[in-house]
């Protein structure tokens, strides 16, 4: 199965500031890669799809890049409703299997 | 509008069965994958099974596989997902995923139903 690596496992930032979460693949999958945010006791949402393509109705402050193992989820400038856990997933290969999630904290 | 509303959750005793279903609506169920996504509580996202279109190719995370079947009934607009031989490590909020179109570029995991609870415990 390939492993996907996401790190941090927790970031605390504050409104305004640019977020980064990277995301590191076991083996090559290629730009098969999204990325959800999950708000507490709610479904998860896609965000990213095929690495850098936003999802319709996604604010635009919300970006990916990224091909082969290594990507990069962005949040130009942090909102408090982007107080959230987020996942990236591989579908190149199955089982499509999910990086172990980011919780995100406001300062 | 897309919806998925998952069903079928609850408690149930090590070793016993149950059977989870989505109905779907608001979009042409038999062109899309569909897939069952599971989440333990407070860890992180687990995918467990998808199905093509038709039904006709099943896929399995190794934990699952030989216990649990997924299925589809495209006349309804339904996806099951069969769970025999539970075990504690099964409990976990289970959720119904739109998981794309086969041979095409449509974004895999666009929607996602609210979730059904599974509560493996004696």
């Known amino acids: 199965d390939i492993q996907m690596t996401q790190s941090p496992s927790s970031l605390s930032a504050s409104v305004g500031d640019r977020v980064t979460i990277t995301c590191q693949a076991s083996?090559?999958?290629?730009?098969?890669l999204n990325w959800y945010q999950q708000k507490a006791g709610k479904a998860p949402k896609l965000l990213i799809y095929?690495?850098?393509d936003i999802q319709t109705g996604v604010p635009s402050r919300f970006s990916g890049s990224g091909s082969g193992t290594d990507f990069t989820f962005t949040i130009s400038s942090l909102q408090p409703e982007d107080i959230a856990t987020y996942y990236c997933?591989?579908?190149?290969?199955?089982?499509?299997?999910f990086g172990q999630g980011t919780k995100l904290e406001i300062k | 509008e897309v919806q998925l509303v998952e069903s079928g959750g609850g408690l149930v005793q090590p070793g016993g069965s149950l059977r989870l279903s989505c109905a779907a609506s608001?979009?042409?169920?038999?062109?899309?994958?569909m897939s069952w996504v599971r989440q333990a509580p407070g860890k992180g996202l687990e995918w467990v099974a998808n199905?093509?279109?038709?039904?006709?190719?099943?896929y399995y995370v190794d934990s699952v596989k030989g216990r649990f079947t997924i299925s589809r009934d495209n006349a309804k607009n339904s996806l099951s997902l069969q769970m025999n031989s539970l075990r504690a490590e099964d409990t976990a909020v289970y959720y119904c995923?739109?998981?794309?179109?086969?041979?095409?570029?449509?974004?895999?995991?666009?929607?996602w139903g609210q979730g059904t609870l599974v509560t493996v415990s004696s």
């Open positions: 995923v739109r998981d794309g179109r086969g041979g095409s570029s449509w974004p895999r995991g666009d929607y």
């Open positions: 608001g979009f042409t169920f038999n062109r899309f994958l």
């Open positions: 199905i093509e279109e038709d039904g006709s190719e099943k």
């Open positions: 083996q090559d999958i290629r730009n098969s």
């Open positions: 095929d690495a850098s």
């Open positions: 997933q591989q579908y190149d290969k199955l089982p499509h299997t």
